[in-house]
């Protein structure tokens, strides 16, 4: 079997937990399986090496910024190859360059083109276990790029792809996907299998368990990942196509604290005037995410819309710059908001789970003020303080047993 | 003017320094030369590398070392390429990948074979300041390989010589070549020129200013080296073919601290023996230096040499393994033992050079206890304790004036 095992920064933080990471690597390698390790920068090694940049240039060309925090990776998978060499087992650190990761060039947010399996195999195939830098890669002038955080993850599923791996596991310092928050829902329980596309609404709304470019990357090649703990044997998460656990109406519940709402009031009753809007926010690269229209007074319209809570400066002053053309009477900012999501694939085919949510939160007395859904979620913006009442409520109503 | 500076890791050891460095560059820059500019890693980090890796695996394959250090130069070009675009100039870092410096596959003591220059000249075309990591190379499997302890002037010097660069400047903490080290010898005083072969005589005799691989392979491509403080504007010491200042009977006096004199007595006097002591050495890859062969009594020889001290133990080791074999009666190892030695391309034409030398020994009695000598250079072997009040002794007799 050939197994790609990513591990993120804290599995790696100091030289004790180096050995625990080549201790279960080990193990699978003398099980006989062919063993790929993915490697993030040691601890907080990223944001060390960005306030260093920060210190030197405020506004430090973002290409070399990835040249910097590139040493990271490679500092991490070369103590890596170190260790596991200590424990008689030969194993070889490879970078971006070295195993030919090519990505497109936007650095700090480059995406994966193309990876070269050759020299992975011709390692493997000598019998070594294989030590990759995940979160970075090379662009077609040969500069480091990297993923953007969180893009180890990535580079895991982009390798299991590639190398068409049989197992591609995903370790934290959680133990898998759980249904809601342990820290708020103290009912909250691990999910055994869950499909690619509620992972990907879970992983976009917030659960941090893995990255969300990387379940999109994994759906696309079919990928099955397992996310589970580093620091125990407990089975994990399992992530894919079809779960065998049907019938499932959610499959967890979800918040993003990030957000905020903007409200554009008494906007012209006119074809086309919203368009406008979102159009001039998608060329300042404001990504809007719920958006809510209503008809306002005076044969006007009131939109709504949530963006992230980094972006909601940008959007204000992009609106404000273009009020009248945009015909806005009123622009409105809040941010004490919240979104609180259900997933679950099973929701496709029953009736009531909106009801039902929605019951919820009216038993606790929480304010809905927008709704959206997708075939699998519904989400609900609600005010920041009802986030804890709101979330615990739904869990109990959908995982009472 | 196409101009390569090279700094070592103290020039660059923080912010401040960076900034200072990035500075002297800039106003090169700003005359209108192309700058190209090589790093060591900053400050200590080579050391705290190596350290973290011994504390992984005392005996770290060789190959991973080198992939872990060559960070801490990938470190520094990133940072002062920022240090560099802040204050307004545009600049770009390179690694041993993207310059394509191709060396033997000798891990942590590799040699340059080829450099790519293409790269480099493109950027420096688009007017961008290159900024270099020093000390390190790839493979011909692209994997990363170190030059050994001041590999870094080696780099500056291989690329002036790619680059057929107009100079080649190495800053140090130090001003220059001195006639002998200023802390123990007051009176030094600092060479305004020197040839390749009494600086790399120099060099190789522990002056510590210029790594001795550099000063060879710019002998080899006649580049014209500056060696001058990063702290100040002295003019430095220039190092090329042939002096303006002919005459000089004597350039410096260079002092050994690190060698060790193995006795090897009552030999038997057959032809062959001599051959087969060295050859024995020479495959223990330890390498010998003065050597000394005298009669002894009963028609048997005794053989002196020095060796590093670094490497004594394993002579004397390997000589005891074949003892019998290389019919020796007694091995006597003496580590007190320094060289001091005079170099200058002037005392190839001038007698009496050595017998100065010996002189200025004898009046502050000072034993003798080996000799050798090149064209331009008289070595002594003397004891460790004698060494300051000698090298002041020496140094007077040929700079008194």
Redesign the interface.
Known sequence: MLIVKKFGGSSVAD?ER??NVADRCIEDYKKGHKVVVVLSAMGKTTDA?LS??Q???????K???D??L??GE??S???M???V??KGVPA??L?A??VAMHTTSVYGDARFKRIDTE?IYNELDSGRMVIITGFQGINRR??LTTLGRGGSDTTAVALAAALRADACEIYTDVEGVYTADPRIVSKARKIKEITYDEMLELATLGAKVLHNRSVGLAKKYRVQLVVRSSLNREEGTIVKEVTDVEGMLVNGVAVDKNAARIAVLGVKNEPGIAFRIFDELAKHNINVDVILQSIGRDDTKDISFTVDQTQAKDAVACLRENQERLTIKTIKEEKNVAKLSVVGAGMQSNAGVAAKMFEALYDVGVNIRMIATSEIRITVLIDLEDVDVAMRAVHDKFFHD
């Open positions: 030289p180096i050995n090496l260093k940049a210190t030197i240039n405020p506004n430090a060309p290409r070399e910024v040249m910097l590139a040493t490679q500092t998978v070369a103590l190859a170190m260790a060499a200590a070889i650190s970078n360059f070295q020299r040969d500069d």
